[in-house]
């Protein structure tokens, strides 16, 4: 009898964002999510109402849980037998919680899928960071963690977004099909974070690769964003999707395709931002509108993962990567994606009477 495979690592951490999963869950997550962030209670009261438009509940979490099943699933097709453990950044699972149990169960070197394709502060150097501060909260024998490259030009997330965008463009009307413009979504981040790190290149090159893939001409497509938070008067990555739909039925456009490939499941941000809010503006403007579904569990981005996963255990000598800047690295230099949130300066006291 042969003996089993030693792996360089004995499970696998699926780190996400989280949600929260009932109505009270709401406001102690937001807190979460905004704590040391320059962001007005108000809009954190405001962002809340879009959870219990939704009975306070996100649809991440179970989001997440279909993506660990359908990838445990395809791991043990390809013969990997690795324990899938699932933390979370802002609600339960925490990732502090998680690594625990993984403490207990005797792992000692997990390798991390954090559930962004992108590089940014917030996409991936926060994460990394969570997951340290997570370890110094386990203590000693904590598991050391590697985290998956990101995976924007992945030939395997490309093919799985060309395949939910094809079926978007199948749900406008036979008249406007040939016409629509393509409006590709991610989330905007402040200026100050996005000129230390590759988000927007990473993003331009996505879509324009996706596009490629669709055979849409570079009239027909723009990269813009959604879900802008922050003080009103700091500058965020432009335009926003709304002020778009409104320029293009200015310009006499009839239909939109949304296609929000800065994500990778259907979670609040999609369905309100989106489903809800920018739908609201093309009803109002007579608008024909679709919008894709995230890569979700698609089978194909599901083998994109697993692609990447293999990478790291030594199996696959090949990185897969499409277009001008091949395989991203493996391990985050020192100074990758920093950001300092800019500290705006006290007003004077008033004058004392």
């Given at each position: 009898?042969?003996?089993?495979?030693?792996?360089?690592?004995?499970?696998?951490?699926?780190?996400?964002?989280?949600?929260p999963?009932?109505?009270?869950?709401?406001?102690?997550?937001?807190?979460?999510?905004?704590?040391?962030?320059?962001?007005?209670?108000?809009?954190?009261?405001?962002?809340?109402?879009?959870?219990?438009?939704?009975?306070?509940?996100?649809?991440?979490?179970?989001?997440?849980?279909?993506?660990?099943?359908?990838?445990?699933?395809?791991?043990?097709?390809?013969?990997?037998y690795?324990?899938?453990?699932?933390?979370?950044?802002?609600?339960?699972?925490?990732?502090?919680?998680?690594?625990?149990?993984?403490?207990?169960?005797?792992?000692?070197?997990a390798?991390?899928?954090?559930?962004?394709?992108?590089?940014?502060?917030?996409?991936?150097?926060?994460?990394?960071?969570?997951?340290?501060?997570?370890?110094?909260?386990?203590?000693?024998?904590?598991?050391?963690?590697?985290?998956?490259?990101?995976?924007?030009?992945?030939?395997?997330?490309?093919?799985?977004n060309?395949?939910?965008?094809?079926?978007?463009?199948?749900?406008?009307?036979?008249?406007?099909?040939?016409?629509?413009?393509?409006?590709?979504?991610?989330?905007?981040?402040?200026?100050?974070?996005?000129?230390?790190?590759?988000?927007?290149?990473?993003?331009?090159?996505?879509?324009?690769l996706?596009?490629?893939?669709?055979?849409?001409?570079?009239?027909?497509?723009?990269?813009?964003?959604?879900?802008?938070?922050?003080?009103?008067?700091?500058?965020?990555?432009?335009?926003?999707?709304?002020?778009?739909?409104?320029?293009?039925?200015?310009?006499?456009?009839?239909?939109?395709?949304?296609?929000?490939?800065?994500?990778?499941?259907?979670?609040?941000?999609?369905?309100?931002?989106?489903?809800?809010?920018?739908?609201?503006?093309?009803?109002?403007?007579?608008?024909?509108?679709?919008?894709?579904?995230?890569?979700?569990?698609?089978p194909?981005?599901?083998?994109?993962?697993?692609?990447?996963?293999?990478?790291?255990?030594?199996?696959?000598?090949?990185?897969?990567?499409?277009?001008?800047?091949?395989?991203?690295?493996?391990?985050?230099?020192?100074?990758?994606?920093?950001?300092?949130?800019?500290?705006?300066?006290?007003?004077?006291a008033?004058?004392?009477?």
């Amino acid at each position: 009898m042969s003996e089993p495979e030693k792996l360089p690592y004995d499970a696998l951490l699926v780190v996400s964002f989280g949600g929260p999963e009932k109505p009270d869950d709401v406001i102690p997550f937001l807190e979460n999510v905004l704590r040391g962030k320059p962001v007005p209670r108000e809009r954190l009261l405001e962002v809340a109402e879009h959870y219990h438009h939704f009975n306070g509940v996100s649809p991440i979490n179970a989001q997440v849980r279909e993506f660990i099943a359908a990838l445990g699933a395809e791991l043990t097709r390809s013969e990997i037998y690795l324990p899938i453990y699932w933390g979370n950044r802002n609600w339960h699972p925490m990732l502090a919680d998680t690594l625990g149990q993984m403490k207990q169960d005797g792992i000692k070197r997990a390798l991390a899928f954090v559930t962004s394709a992108y590089s940014s502060y917030s996409g991936c150097r926060q994460y990394r960071e969570n997951v340290e501060k997570a370890r110094e909260e386990v203590g000693a024998d904590a598991p050391t963690i590697d985290k998956i490259r990101v995976f924007y030009n992945h030939p395997g997330f490309i093919a799985a977004n060309v395949d939910r965008i094809r079926a978007a463009f199948e749900k406008l009307s036979a008249d406007n099909r040939s016409t629509a413009t393509l409006a590709f979504t991610a989330h905007s981040i402040p200026l100050s974070m996005s000129t230390n790190c590759n988000y927007v290149k990473q993003l331009e090159e996505c879509c324009r690769l996706v596009a490629q893939e669709l055979q849409i001409p570079q009239n027909r497509w723009r990269l813009v964003y959604q879900s802008r938070s922050g003080r009103p008067g700091d500058p965020w990555l432009e335009p926003d999707i709304g002020d778009y739909i409104r320029e293009l039925s200015e310009a006499g456009q009839k239909a939109v395709v949304i296609a929000p490939v800065g994500f990778l499941s259907d979670h609040m941000e999609v369905l309100f931002d989106l489903d809800e809010e920018a739908k609201g503006i093309c009803d109002g403007l007579g608008m024909e509108m679709a919008r894709s579904e995230t890569v979700g569990t698609h089978p194909v981005f599901v083998e994109c993962i697993r692609e990447l996963v293999e990478e790291r255990l030594g199996r696959r000598t090949e990185k897969r990567a499409i277009g001008q800047f091949g395989p991203n690295h493996d391990v985050c230099p020192v100074d990758c994606c920093l950001y300092t949130i800019p500290q705006r300066p006290h007003p004077p006291a008033p004058a004392s009477k």
